[in-house]
């Protein structure tokens, strides 16, 4: 390698001595016979032997200095054929040497190594063969990746996420019944739903009855399942995002609560010309709150009962639950008398949760980020109306949902009858089997009404809502009879601390809680 080097630094001082001075070379081209077959040059004499169709050339001649580059070893003067042996020089009439002509299978090159030509040759069949292998090696791994990807397919996907057809297999026992899954999710602990292949085989397994409500994402249906009633939310293609909202906030872990209504299953129904997204829950045959107030007066037991249980189920919603089966707190953002449902032994259910916020406390977030004036505008707070809400405090949302559970507890009131039976005193032979019965009672001083009834629309706006309750300040009336009857009194009392202007100063669902338990002992209400 030394020696190398030395050739490589004397050949560049040889050059560069040589510029000022012409160099001499032998010449056999025919350009050459004029000057006696030599040439004169400024930069190398060059000799070439070659081996071609079985014939010996030889060729003589100059080289031009700007062609020698680099100096020492010039790209000119090296072989580019694996049959070619080429010699520079830089004396003159030093290229009068005769060259070995190259065999086929040596290929020396004038430094008595291997030509570039060789190695370029190798380098070519190296790419030639390497190429085709790597790519049929890309094509075998990714098809084992989509193997893999398919195999693990039905154990990996996420909640909500459709399986994949091999997991058909995957069925619900036939001994068990509606009633032994609900008993399994009460018992087992985590409260966040039933095993997704479970959901799957109950929704694809329903048989639709008939419709028992509509709303702007679908329609209610009741169903049947191995002989029990389920209610079935059908949302529309495009009510996707509401549908999953909704579904995901019900399997929170440890939302169950015998007031807040029961998830079963989310599925969705695909026959490739139109989508179904399933929402199944428990059946609750009297409906919502709403349609039993319009339908039936209740006693003031009954009226307790109904405001007690819905502020339990709201209490549970907002409550965070602390530990590695913790919940998080959770805000309705869209209570009212349609979005509760009243169940057989007339105690509420809270339902229609696609609305709802949940709040991390450990980075004080919410999961998603929130509209600012979203729900129902009747039951909208002030602080939503105008748009003051602090989004980014969680009790912003618990305190709106306070108000709207006021507005509910004024239609609840309004239609206590202190005097006589209702539907839940009479006696089970006495019920009757269908809400279109209304029965006359004695007593009933007010109809059933929608909050303030008699200052906006059946359909207000948001300026109109926001003229009433914002820059007038008016709150639903509250009847001076309600001050001679007791429940009546704290009722009307809890309704005016739920309806302060001020978030804040308004009660807590678990207060509101406590103050009717209480009530409800003087009254001897059973829950």
Same mark, same amino acid.
């Given at each position: 390698?030394?020696?190398?080097?030395?050739?490589?630094?004397?050949?560049?001082?040889? /050059?560069?001595?040589?510029?000022?001075?012409?160099?001499?070379?032998? &010449?056999?081209?025919?350009?050459?016979?004029?000057?006696? @077959? *030599?040439?004169?040059?400024?930069?190398? &004499?060059?000799?070439?032997?070659?081996? !071609?169709?079985?014939?010996?050339?030889?060729?003589?001649?100059?080289?031009?200095?700007?062609?020698?580059?680099?100096?020492?070893?010039?790209?000119? &003067?090296?072989?580019?054929?694996?049959?070619?042996?080429?010699?520079?020089?830089?004396?003159?009439?030093?290229?009068?040497?005769?060259?070995?002509?190259?065999?086929?299978?040596?290929?020396?090159?004038?430094?008595?190594?291997?030509?570039?030509?060789?190695?370029?040759?190798?380098?070519?069949?190296?790419?030639?063969?390497?190429?085709?292998?790597?790519?049929?090696?890309?094509?075998?791994?990714?098809?084992?990746?989509?193997?893999?990807?398919?195999?693990?397919?039905?154990?990996?996907?996420?909640?909500?996420?459709?399986?994949?057809?091999?997991?058909?297999?995957?069925?619900?026992?036939?001994? *068990?019944?509606?009633?032994?899954?609900?008993?399994?999710?009460?018992?087992?602990?985590?409260?966040?739903?039933?095993?997704?292949?479970?959901?799957?085989?109950?929704?694809?397994? !329903?048989?639709?009855?008939?419709?028992?409500?509509?709303?702007?994402?679908?329609?209610?249906?009741?169903?049947?399942?191995?002989?029990?009633?389920?209610?079935? $939310?059908?949302?529309?293609?495009?009510?996707?995002?509401?549908?999953?909202?909704?579904?995901?906030?019900?399997?929170?872990?440890? !939302? *169950?609560?015998?007031?807040?209504?029961? @998830?079963?299953?989310?599925?969705?129904?695909?026959?490739?010309?139109?989508?179904?997204?399933?929402?199944?829950?428990?059946?609750?045959?009297?409906?919502?709150?709403?349609?039993?107030?319009?339908?039936?007066?209740?006693?003031?037991?009954?009226?307790?009962?109904?405001?007690?249980?819905?502020?339990?189920?709201?209490?549970?919603?907002?409550?965070?639950?602390?530990?590695?089966?913790?919940?998080?707190?959770?805000?309705?953002?869209?209570?009212?008398?349609?979005?509760?449902?009243?169940?057989?032994?007339?105690? &509420?259910?809270?339902?229609?949760?696609?609305?709802?916020?949940?709040?991390?406390?450990?980075?004080?977030?919410?999961?998603?980020?929130?509209?600012?004036?979203?729900?129902? $505008?009747?039951?909208?707070?002030?602080?939503?109306?105008?748009?003051? !809400?602090?989004?980014?405090?969680?009790?912003? @949302?618990?305190?709106?949902?306070?108000?709207?559970?006021?507005?509910?507890?004024?239609?609840?009131?309004?239609?206590?009858?202190?005097?006589?039976?209702?539907?839940?005193?009479?006696?089970?032979?006495?019920?009757?089997?269908?809400?279109?019965?209304?029965?006359?009672?004695?007593?009933?001083?007010?109809?059933?009404?929608?909050?303030?009834?008699?200052? /906006?629309?059946?359909?207000?706006?948001?300026?109109?809502? $926001?003229?009433?309750?914002?820059?007038?300040?008016?709150?639903?009336?509250?009847?001076?009879?309600?001050?001679?009857?007791?429940?009546?009194?704290?009722?009307?009392?809890?309704?005016?601390?739920?309806?302060?202007?001020?978030?804040?100063?308004?009660?807590?669902?678990?207060?509101?809680?406590?103050?009717?338990?209480?009530?409800?002992?003087?009254?001897?209400?059973?829950?």
């Amino acid at each position: 390698m030394a020696y190398l080097g030395i050739t490589r630094a004397f050949l560049t001082w040889l /050059v560069l001595r040589r510029t000022c001075e012409a160099l001499w070379c032998n &010449c056999t081209t025919a350009r050459c016979e004029k000057t006696g @077959f *030599r040439c004169e040059t400024d930069g190398a &004499c060059m000799a070439s032997s070659s081996l !071609i169709e079985g014939h010996e050339q030889h060729v003589r001649t100059c080289i031009a200095r700007d062609n020698l580059e680099p100096p020492g070893q010039p790209f000119y &003067c090296l072989s580019a054929q694996g049959l070619v042996t080429i010699h520079c020089c830089y004396s003159d009439y030093c290229n009068s040497i005769d060259l070995q002509v190259p065999s086929v299978t040596s290929q020396p090159g004038p430094q008595g190594g291997a030509g570039p030509g060789a190695s370029w040759g190798t380098v070519r069949l190296a790419a030639v063969i390497a190429g085709p292998l790597l790519l049929l090696c890309g094509l075998l791994l990714a098809g084992v990746c989509v193997c893999q990807h398919q195999r693990r397919a039905c154990g990996t996907r996420q909640r909500l996420e459709l399986e994949d057809p091999s997991c058909d297999n995957l069925y619900v026992p036939h001994d *068990r019944t509606l009633q032994d899954l609900i008993y399994d999710l009460s018992t087992s602990g985590s409260g966040s739903g039933l095993p997704l292949f479970v959901q799957r085989t109950v929704a694809r397994t !329903i048989v639709l009855q008939d419709v028992i409500g509509k709303g702007r994402f679908g329609e209610v249906w009741r169903g049947r399942w191995r002989g029990g009633d389920v209610a079935v $939310k059908i949302f529309s293609s495009r009510e996707e995002r509401s549908w999953f909202r909704e579904a995901e906030i019900y399997q929170t872990i440890m !939302i *169950r609560h015998e007031n807040i209504l029961g @998830f079963i299953a989310a599925d969705n129904k695909d026959n490739g010309t139109w989508t179904q997204l399933w929402l199944v829950s428990d059946y609750h045959e009297h409906g919502s709150l709403f349609d039993y107030l319009n339908h039936y007066s209740v006693t003031s037991e009954g009226m307790i009962k109904l405001a007690l249980t819905a502020a339990s189920g709201l209490a549970h919603l907002h409550m965070e639950i602390l530990g590695t089966q913790g919940k998080p707190g959770i805000a309705h953002r869209d209570l009212k008398s349609k979005n509760i449902l009243v169940k057989k032994n007339c105690t &509420c259910a809270i339902a229609d949760l696609g609305l709802a916020v949940r709040h991390d406390s450990i980075t004080d977030t919410i999961d998603i980020a929130p509209n600012q004036r979203v729900g129902t $505008k009747r039951y909208m707070a002030p602080e939503v109306l105008d748009e003051s !809400i602090n989004i980014r405090h969680f009790d912003s @949302f618990k305190c709106a949902d306070i108000y709207a559970l006021g507005l509910v507890y004024w239609e609840i009131a309004r239609r206590c009858n202190s005097g006589g039976a209702t539907l839940c005193g009479l006696a089970s032979w006495q019920r009757p089997s269908k809400l279109i019965w209304r029965p006359v009672l004695a007593g009933i001083h007010e109809e059933y009404q929608l909050p303030y009834y008699d200052l /906006v629309p059946s359909d207000p706006s948001l300026d109109e809502m $926001k003229k009433v309750v914002c820059d007038q300040k008016i709150r639903p009336s509250i009847s001076n009879w309600w001050q001679s009857h007791e429940a009546l009194r704290v009722m009307g009392k809890i309704m005016r601390e739920c309806w302060y202007a001020n978030g804040a100063a308004r009660l807590t669902a678990l207060r509101i809680k406590k103050t009717l338990s209480q009530l409800g002992v003087k009254e001897d209400v059973k829950v």
